[in-house]
C-alpha cells in the first residue's frame, strides 16, 4: 500500500509560481509511474502531468504544456509539479497519483482510472 501527501499548494497572483511536492511512503518508488490531476468545483477531475518511473518520460495536458514540469527524485521518494505563470482557470484541488508499471512502460496514463493511489489534494488558488 502507498501513501502519498502533497504540499505546497496556496493562493497566489496570475502570473506567478507555485511548486507542489508529493511524499510516497509505503512502496517501492520507483517502480511507480507519478502524476498530477486536479479537479476545479464542479468538473471532472482531469490529467495534467505524468512522470515514467524512471523520469525520462513525462507528458503535459496542453492546457499547462509549456508553464508546468514534472519531475522526480527516487532517492527521495517525491515528485513535484512546477507551475509558472499561473492562470486563474488553474485554480483546482491538486492530487498526487501513482500506477505500478513494468520498467519498459513510458507511463502514459492519462486517465484517472488507470491510477492505483492518491493523496488527498491540496488547494491552489490563483487570483486575477
Known amino acids: 500500500q502507498v501513501q502519498l501527501v502533497e504540499s505546497g499548494g496556496g493562493l497566489v497572483q496570475a502570473g506567478g509560481s507555485l511548486r507542489l511536492s508529493c511524499a510516497a511512503s509505503g512502496g517501492t518508488f520507483n517502480t511507480y509511474a507519478m502524476g498530477w490531476f486536479r479537479q476545479a468545483p464542479g468538473k471532472e477531475r482531469e490529467f495534467v502531468a505524468v512522470?515514467?518511473?524512471?523520469?525520462?518520460?513525462?507528458y503535459y495536458a496542453d492546457s499547462v504544456k509549456g508553464r508546468f514540469t514534472i519531475s522526480r527524485d527516487n532517492a527521495k521518494n517525491t515528485v513535484s509539479l512546477q507551475m509558472n505563470s499561473l492562470k486563474p482557470e488553474d485554480t483546482a484541488v491538486y492530487y498526487c497519483?501513482?500506477?505500478?508499471?513494468?520498467?519498459?512502460?513510458?507511463?502514459?496514463?492519462?486517465?484517472?482510472?488507470?491510477?492505483?493511489?492518491w493523496g488527498q489534494g491540496t488547494q491552489v488558488t490563483v487570483s486575477s
Open positions: 512522470n515514467s518511473r524512471s523520469g525520462v518520460h513525462t
Open positions: 497519483t501513482a500506477k505500478s508499471i513494468g520498467p519498459t512502460n513510458s507511463g502514459a496514463f492519462m486517465s484517472q482510472y488507470d491510477y492505483d493511489y
